[in-house]
């Protein structure tokens, strides 16, 4: 995953399904200001619908504005180490270079707080550079508030952190919080056959029970084994 750093532009990162009205509010100001031009949706599909209702009226591609600014990252923090293993780790990589660049404004969003760490939707407009004038000022941007962003990539470093460890607790088999799930799959075709070998990929998985199952599954082994007892079986 590359980030661009050669635009005026957002990146939305990791938001799924979600479109907090703090997120929101923070992408439709900064667009107003002349801060952003673009706004570019990663894995984060109902962004761009959501702002183009009301109150925020804003839309993805904006025209043009001056040069000299700083891009801005959304990133949302994984609701899961499931997901953060799916996903995060390539989108966290991605965000960590930015962050140790310098070159764009990161902020952090945390669902479980409804907010954003390290700050407030203040704080993240703060540290964006607005053109003299705002809208699409052809003049350059002037650089945002220093203490804000540094306070903002401060804690979204200390969040990455934090899910790497949480994240290399499930890799470790003799980790303490380590979890072994054992997931019952129903069904006996080929799907159920797919889903199954999905689910075995995960360090979280323990053990995979297809029930009944079918010849594939009974001799794929690893993680995989039909059900002892199905149909006679």
């Given at each position: 995953m590359t980030l661009n750093n050669n635009e005026m532009k957002a990146q939305i990162i990791?938001?799924?399904a979600r479109a907090p009205d703090e997120v929101l509010a923070v992408l439709s100001k900064a667009v107003k200001d002349g801060c952003i031009a673009t706004i570019d949706p990663v894995r984060s599909q109902s962004?761009?619908?959501a702002l183009s209702r009301a109150p925020y009226r804003t839309f993805l591609n904006n025209?043009?504005?001056g040069g000299g600014?700083?891009?801005l990252i959304l990133y949302s923090l994984p609701t899961s180490v499931t997901e953060y293993l799916s996903f995060g780790g390539t989108e966290a990589?991605?965000?960590r270079s930015a962050i140790?660049?310098?070159n764009s404004v990161v902020a952090v969003y945390d669902p479980a707080t409804s907010s954003f760490l390290g700050g407030s939707s203040e704080t993240v407009l703060a540290s964006l550079g607005g053109a003299p004038g705002g809208g699409n000022s052809d003049e350059l941007h002037v650089r945002g508030d220093e203490a804000a962003r540094g306070a903002l990539a401060s804690a979204a470093l200390a969040a990455l952190s934090k899910l790497d460890q949480e994240a290399a607790g499930q890799l470790d088999p003799a980790s303490s919080t380590k979890r072994n799930d054992v997931v019952i799959v129903v069904g006996s075709g080929g799907r159920e056959h797919a889903i199954a070998?999905?689910?075995a990929k995960s360090p979280l998985v323990a053990d995979v029970i297809c029930c009944p199952g079918n010849g594939g599954t009974a001799v794929e082994g690893g993680k995989i084994r039909n059900a002892e007892g199905v149909n006679g079986k």
């Open positions: 990791g938001f799924g962004i761009g619908l025209g043009s504005i600014g700083s891009n990589s991605a965000v140790l660049s310098g070998v999905a689910l």
